[in-house]
């Protein structure tokens, strides 16, 4: 099944056919992608007082009836940044210094809303830049704010311990994640799961699946690392969503995990699409997050289409239902011209891993030329091949063998 799944993945054509013969899960899926297509956005900045210390959470409320409504948070770069992926709706901003670094607000923090507080009016797939919010002070309790929290489920899963076997990271809600994104966002979530309590002496893996993917293709991986010194950190997401707002999620996942944690070191491996999220968290989370960024010491992307797969291009231009991934993945799109153009850190190893199958040019998903373009070739410390299926190589033996030993390679003890 998983390997059928990947090749629905290569040819979105084949499985918009499929769905031909059920009108009403075509009529779902359509509304599914239209919400998850139509998002948009909400940035801005924070500026704390200077005498000030500790990080800075940010807000996101809907007025419900005359109450306010707490519908996401976040932490905000330690430049004051802020960014809110958002369904078509009037919002409203707060801001507070955590002071005692608990996450939660308490009145002696200093905090203040952005406006009287002032609506801001998102429209579909619209970016509102607000102006700098200055935290003035000590707020007075309103009764109008209600402590309702509809945070989403992903951000409540950040950091949560999990079991591998958990129902979460069944097949069913991988395929959910792809096809009803939106669904899976209500219903299961996703995030950035752990397998065990943070371990201090331990780095931190970061796995990151692909298309119609999840946990458990890390299965045989997960189960043959050496966790005396490796702990897993398992990133989940609806595959379907566009990938800027992926990475974007992933960029604040990591960050509140390290503000939690502290670490100084992580590795992150990453499969098939999950390649183009990690270059793209790393891309952002050095530019938001300068100074811990200095803690990415190793990527590892196995059969990944950095320059695109023209499937997907297909079914963008003739689809009667384009997945809003589609759109990031197709050959030539917006999203890969921005990645390809921006340089590699060559302080950072990067291992570029890729597999063909026998009489084909690719692993049977991904051809050899989108897999190792030319330019990702110059940016690898080194380049490995294996005669396997784009699926098939997360079980191979001989691969996962070699996985260990480029982890054991670049292993420090955390100190």
């Given amino acids: 099944m998983k390997h059928f799944r990947f090749l629905l993945y290569a040819s979105p054509m084949l499985f918009c056919c499929l769905l031909a013969l059920g009108g009403c899960a075509l009529v779902e899926i359509e509304e599914q992608t239209r919400i998850a297509d139509n998002t948009g956005v909400i940035t801005g900045k924070i500026k704390p007082p200077e005498k000030q210390t500790g990080n800075i959470i940010v807000g996101l409320y809907r007025n419900e009836k005359g109450f306010?409504?707490?519908?996401?948070?976040?932490?905000?770069?330690?430049?004051?940044?802020?960014?809110?992926?958002?369904?078509?709706?009037?919002?409203?901003?707060?801001?507070?210094?955590?002071?005692?670094?608990?996450?939660?607000?308490?009145?002696?923090?200093?905090?203040?809303?952005y406006g009287k507080p002032t609506a801001v009016k998102v429209g579909a797939k619209q970016t509102v830049t607000l102006p700098v919010l200055y935290i003035k002070g000590k707020l007075a309790i309103n009764h109008k704010y209600k402590s309702i929290d509809n945070t989403p489920l992903a951000v409540k899963n950040i950091g949560r311990v999990v079991s591998m076997h958990t129902p979460l990271?069944?097949?069913?809600?991988?395929?959910?994640?792809?096809?009803?994104?939106?669904?899976?966002?209500?219903?299961?979530?996703?995030?950035?799961?752990?397998?065990?309590?943070?371990?201090?002496n331990r780095i931190p893996v970061l796995f990151i699946h692909g298309a119609n993917g999840g946990a458990n293709d890390w299965m045989k991986i997960v189960e043959k690392l050496?966790?005396?010194?490796?702990?897993?950190?398992?990133?989940?997401?609806?595959?379907?969503?566009?990938l800027d707002m992926v990475s974007d999620f992933l960029t604040r996942s990591v960050s509140q995990l390290q503000s939690s944690y502290g670490f100084r070191q992580l590795f992150i491996i990453a499969h098939s699409m999950g390649g183009l999220v990690a270059r793209s968290f790393v891309m952002k989370y050095r530019k938001r997050y300068p100074h811990a960024a200095k803690s990415i010491h190793l990527l590892v992307t196995i059969n990944t289409p950095m320059k695109g797969m023209?499937?997907?291009?297909?079914?963008?231009?003739?689809?009667?239902?384009?997945?809003?991934?589609?759109?990031?993945?197709?050959?030539?799109?917006?999203?890969?011209?921005?990645?390809?153009?921006?340089?590699?850190?060559g302080e950072i190893p990067y291992y570029l891993v890729f597999s063909y199958e026998s009489g084909k040019g690719g692993d049977g998903v991904v051809t050899l030329q989108s897999q190792i373009p030319l330019k990702l070739q110059s940016e690898a410390v080194r380049i490995y091949g294996f005669n396997a299926s784009h699926a098939g190589i997360l079980e191979k033996n001989v691969f996962i063998a070699k996985l260990n030993e480029i982890l054991l390679a670049n292993f420090q003890r955390p100190k």
């Fill in 169 to 200: 990271f069944n097949e069913d809600n991988e395929s959910m994640g792809l096809w009803k994104p939106v669904d899976f966002l209500e219903k299961i979530g996703g995030g950035l799961f752990l397998l065990q309590q943070y371990q201090d």
């Fill in 68 to 113: 306010f409504i707490l519908e996401n948070h976040m932490m905000a770069t330690p430049e004051g940044g802020y960014l809110f992926h958002l369904t078509p709706d009037t919002y409203y901003i707060a801001a507070f210094v955590d002071s005692n670094n608990d996450g939660k607000y308490q009145p002696d923090e200093y905090a203040s809303y």
């Fill in 226 to 242: 050496d966790r005396t010194r490796f702990q897993p950190f398992l990133f989940y997401y609806p595959s379907g969503l566009r």
């Fill in 310 to 345: 023209h499937s997907a291009a297909n079914g963008v231009r003739n689809s009667p239902i384009v997945v809003p991934s589609w759109r990031d993945v197709a050959t030539g799109s917006s999203f890969l011209q921005k990645l390809n153009a921006w340089q590699w850190p």
